[in-house]
């Protein structure tokens, strides 16, 4: 049995890495891609888990293969195409360590992701199935997704879903949003970002943002994700705001996915029902998140920037949340 399997994206982040003399900048190798991130930080937690996903058979495909091997994310899931290459990202840093990118995908290997190319077996045996919406970006992956999920559905597989809002990968917007509540509407578990959430609902407000989509696609949970600010959970009626920690960002990338692995991790370690969850439970999970999205962002690069529990812990004590504060 898993504790949870994500399929999706995986991918090459090319991340700066100082500049030559001339001023020229260098960009270092980097595995990433949201829902392999989200398997990092869990495995690295010790949870089992396993990759469904598509890549190139190439030196970077080969390349991402070796690094979810060695942090133990089982890759019998993982498929090398024959005719696309491995989809690359270049991360563009500003100077408060925030990113955007530059995808190289026309296609990527991950968009050819069949029906006929999952291990549907590895879904049905795991307590979590994770998902998010760049492998629904374009078919035949879409479709392959939206059978996944359905199957996991079916098989009463939680189900945790990352809206994870990238604009130059979708041919309109419009589609962007459609998919994304298709998302929606078949999740358990959301994590959203403070811009996906305006982006869906049109508001900005975090109360009446969650509500709508609480309302209208009947998510159980949420939380969303506020930078540096910490984050702001929603379990059907039950609200509340968590404050961040302050730490010396070099690196944003992979902070959300960490933060969703801490989820994950906690909601694994409850062993009950969603529903069931009270608000000092969520306060818990939330700051939890939130001390692995910091820590995430201390290092450079997205997998290999996940914390270990003891720095966790360390920085999660460091101060207590309770009901009060928040």
Known sequence: M?????????????????????GRVLFEQNPGG???????????????TAFIGKVGKDQFGFFLKNILDQINVDTSGLVFSE????????????????????????????????????????????????????????NPAAETTLAAVTFAKENEVLISFDPNL?????????????????????????????????????????EEGTQILSDKYRVPLMFVTLGGNGSFFRLREKTGYIPGFVVDVQDTTGAGDGFLGGVLYKILEKKCMIDSLTYED?????????????????????????????????????????????
């Open 2 to 22: 898993y504790d949870i399997t994500a399929l999706g994206e995986l991918l090459i982040d090319f991340t700066p890495s100082g500049s030559q003399e001339n």
């Open 34 to 48: 949201a829902p392999a991130n989200v398997l990092a930080a869990l495995s690295k937690l010790q949870k089992k």
């Open 83 to 138: 005719n696309a290459n491995t989809t690359l990202a270049f991360v563009h840093l500003d100077d408060e360590g925030d990113r955007t990118f530059s995808f190289y995908r026309n296609p990527g290997a991950d968009t050819t992701l069949t029906i006929e190319d999952i291990d549907f077996e590895l879904i049905k045996n795991s307590k979590i199935f994770h998902f998010g919406s760049l492998s629904m970006t374009h």
């Open 166 to 206: 990238r604009e130059s990968l979708w041919d309109s917007l419009d589609r962007a949003k459609e998919m994304m509540y298709k998302g929606l509407q078949s999740s358990d578990v959301v994590k959203i970002s403070e811009e996906e959430l305006i982006f869906l609902t049109g508001v900005s407000d975090l």
């Open 282 to 326: 969520l306060i818990e999970i939330g700051s939890f998140a939130n001390a692995i999205g910091a820590l995430a962002t201390t290092k450079k690069g997205a997998i290999g920037s996940m914390p270990a529990l003891n720095e966790i812990h360390t920085l999660n004590t460091s101060t207590e949340v309770t009901k009060e504060n928040i």
